[in-house]
């Protein structure tokens, strides 16, 4: 599903390198997880493969499903079926949630030249999507994530991700800023849309989060570069030892 | 001969017999001091202060700078129950003005022939108040030469808004002049559409009464023409004034409001929002006075410029020495969808009481980069998602609009006009 073959990143504006050769191989249906210390390159991975201005790729190629998703704009990564839940999402003033999950999945739809859901059928998908998660009618009608609490932001973000249907998907940090109750609600969001084929790539900062969407494979990243991969157990590990002996490990 | 003065131009005013010719006397001194203000006043100048920002050679220049098209208007409030009043190239098309109940409508020209006229007590009026301390002649020049406009005499609560639809279609100069007069308790809503000429010179007097309430929505639409237009309003106790303007076309305009919140409680809002490109200019001046205690008013302005063009906002608030608990707020914010653009912005405050809260400010930015790759990394395009964006950035001005069936078709015609833009 996605390939990500000897990745280099640095910034735009400055000279600073942030990823340093990462490699990814992404099966369709699996569930992959990045976890790693803060700073080490996960959040701009993320920016990188969906499109973000101000990174500049030095080497190295990412494919989905065999297209070039460096050479796309980012609503064309988009309708190619990609997608990132933010690690912050963004506030929009001015610009309701339903407009806003309204004009997604219409130019998604567009751009991939299939017929548009008709608004009934459109009002009826969210209204189910936004029960199970939980989410107020009255969240739909406010301006994008405008006074939103950190749980409801994150909420929002699966809700469009179960609107949007995407193939691929990533989650930069979802767990973050949730409580045990809301993390429940926001894992049973995502593993509602595994579907066998529907592939993941979590990242994460705790291992908490994978108790509740079960990973296939874990990565640890560090520095820029994908250090160690291994099954769920690699998880439990850092939790105990924390990165540090992982980290002398690999240095 | 109606009147005798010196200067060329008065004198060519007073030589215009069509004006002069079956003119009730009410007219004729209305007329005659506006010329005397405007000779005594001159006509502006390049480097008067006030028109640092605007050339006002748009407005005086003999020949039209431009290519006249004939200009079309989209009737944004079609689907609204309106009573419709039509002018064409700058005169009044209807034969018979509609009879409502509320309002009496009667055009300049017809009340023009008698002697005396209610008219009489404010044509000019909040004109001639509104030339100090700033001097605004071409308004002075309107009131000496208009001949077309609409009287309305408000007495009752009017159920619809009464909308001037106003097109178009030659290189024609017109000279517009209307009058409104809100009675105690009574209201209205007015709502101007299109354009009266290639180049226009519209003066709107208000004057409201006690408990009284005028609500303007205002749409300057159509391609290429400019537009120089006063709003004199003045308020009495507890009454309401909110002014909206909407412009999405034209080359040069400035609009320029002048309030006097004379009665105590009283409550003024004057808002307008634009979106231009390359050659358009667009000048909002606004003065408002706080006069009486105890009153509020809001100054909110939205200017989205591209490819070259240029916004200019001059407001003052002025709070006169007992106008205590004045609340006056003022915002001019633009958006710069390129860097070849402009916005110059001149807010200032003179207070002379003490307790007044009284804010302002300005700001001018571009789209918010983070907000456009949000909406894009969820599949929405980079110009459908900049539309999204400078709709949301507009929408807060529009908020001002208390009729929420006009807010939204605004909304909706903004929505329309940046997808075919
Ligand atoms: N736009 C940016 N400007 C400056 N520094 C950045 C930017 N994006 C990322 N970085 C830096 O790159 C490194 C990796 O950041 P990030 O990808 O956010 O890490 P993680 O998500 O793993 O915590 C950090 O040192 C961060 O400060
Ligand atoms: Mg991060």
């Known amino acids: ?251 | 001969m109606a009147c005798s003065s010196s200067t060329d131009l008065a004198k060519k005013l007073c030589l215009d017999e069509s004006l002069w010719a079956n003119s009730g006397q009410w007219i004729k001194n209305a007329r005659q001091s506006a010329a005397k203000r405007v000779e005594d006043q001159g006509l502006p100048k390049r480097r008067d202060e006030y028109w640092n920002y605007t050339r006002p050679d748009a407005f005086l220049q003999k020949e039209l700078d431009f290519d006249v098209v004939s200009n079309q208007s989209f009737d944004i409030f079609s689907n609204n129950l309106s009573t419709v009043i039509n002018y064409e190239d700058g005169v009044l098309k209807e034969k018979l003005l509609p009879v409502i109940s509320g309002c009496s409508i009667e055009s300049l020209q017809d009340a023009a022939k008698l002697d005396d006229h209610w008219a009489g007590a404010v044509y000019g009026v909040p004109e001639a108040a509104g030339q100090d301390p700033v001097k605004r002649s071409l308004a002075a020049l309107n009131t000496a030469t208009a001949s077309q406009g609409l009287l309305l005499l408000v007495s009752g609560k009017v159920k619809n808004p009464i909308k001037i639809s106003a097109v178009s279609n030659g290189s024609i100069d017109s000279t517009i002049h209307h009058i409104v007069k809100v009675e105690a308790g009574a209201e209205v809503t007015l709502i101007e559409t299109g354009q009266y000429g290639a180049r226009a010179n519209v003066v709107l007097e208000v004057e409201v009464e006690k408990n009284g309430s005028f609500h303007h929505i205002r749409v300057q639409d159509g391609q290429q023409h400019n537009s120089l237009t006063h709003i004199f309003g003045r308020l009495g106790p507890n009454s309401t004034f909110k002014s909206f303007t909407l412009s999405v076309g034209g080359t040069i305009t400035r609009n320029e409001c002048i309030l006097e919140l004379v009665g105590d409680t009283s409550s003024a809002t004057v808002a307008g929002a634009c979106i231009g490109d390359d050659k358009f200019h667009h000048d909002d001046t606004v003065f408002v006075t706080h006069g009486a205690p105890n009153c509020e008013s809001r100054q909110v302005f939205k200017k989205v410029l591209r490819d070259g063009a240029v916004g200019v906002f001059q407001g003052k608030i002025l709070v006169k020495e007992g106008a205590q608990k004045t609340d006056g707020y003022q915002i001019s914010q633009s958006l710069l969808l390129d860097d070849n653009c402009q916005f110059l912005a001149k807010p200032e405050l003179e207070i002379y009481a003490d307790d007044v809260v009284c804010s302002h400010g300005s700001t001018s930015g571009a789209i918010d980069e983070e907000a456009l790759f949000y909406l894009r990394s969820r599949g929405v395009p980079k110009t459908k998602a900049i539309d999204l964006l400078t709709l949301s950035f507009i929408a807060e001005s529009i908020e001002e609009v208390e009729n929420s069936e006009l807010a939204d078709a605004l909304l909706r015609y903004l929505t329309a006009f940046l997808e075919v833009r």
């Open chain 1, 1 to 251: 599903m996605l390939e990500i073959k000897n990745l280099h990143v640095q910034l735009e504006e400055e000279d600073k390198k942030i990823l340093k050769g990462v490699n990814l191989s992404l099966e369709a249906g699996k569930v992959h997880a990045i976890m790693g210390p803060n700073g080490s390159g996960k959040s701009t991975l993320s920016y990188v493969l969906s499109g973000k201005k101000g990174y500049e790729v030095t080497a190295g190629s990412a494919h989905l499903e065999g297209n070039d998703l460096l050479a796309m704009a980012p609503e064309e990564r988009a309708a190619a079926g990609l997608f990132l839940a933010f690690q912050y999402p963004v506030e929009i003033p001015g610009v309701g949630n339903m407009t806003f999950l309204r004009s997604a999945v219409n130019s998604q739809q567009k751009l991939r030249g299939e017929p548009e859901m008709t608004a009934g059928d459109f009002l009826k998908a969210v209204r189910a999507q936004a029960k199970n998660l939980k989410i107020e009618s009255d969240m739909l009608k406010r301006p994008v994530n405008v006074g939103f609490s950190g749980g409801e932001k994150k909420r929002n973000e699966i809700l469009q991700m179960a609107m949007l249907q995407p193939k691929m998907c990533i989650l930069d940090e979802t767990d973050s800023g949730l409580d045990v109750d809301a993390m429940k609600l926001v894992s049973q969001g995502v593993n509602a849309l595994r579907d066998g084929n529907r592939t993941f790539l979590v990242i994460t900062h705790y291992q908490r989060l994978l108790d509740h969407i079960k990973p296939d494979i874990v990565h640890i990243m560090a520095a820029g570069k994908i250090i160690k991969s291994g099954g769920p157990e690699l998880a439990l590990e850092v939790e105990k030892n924390g990165y540090a002996n992982l980290l002398e490990e690999t240095a």
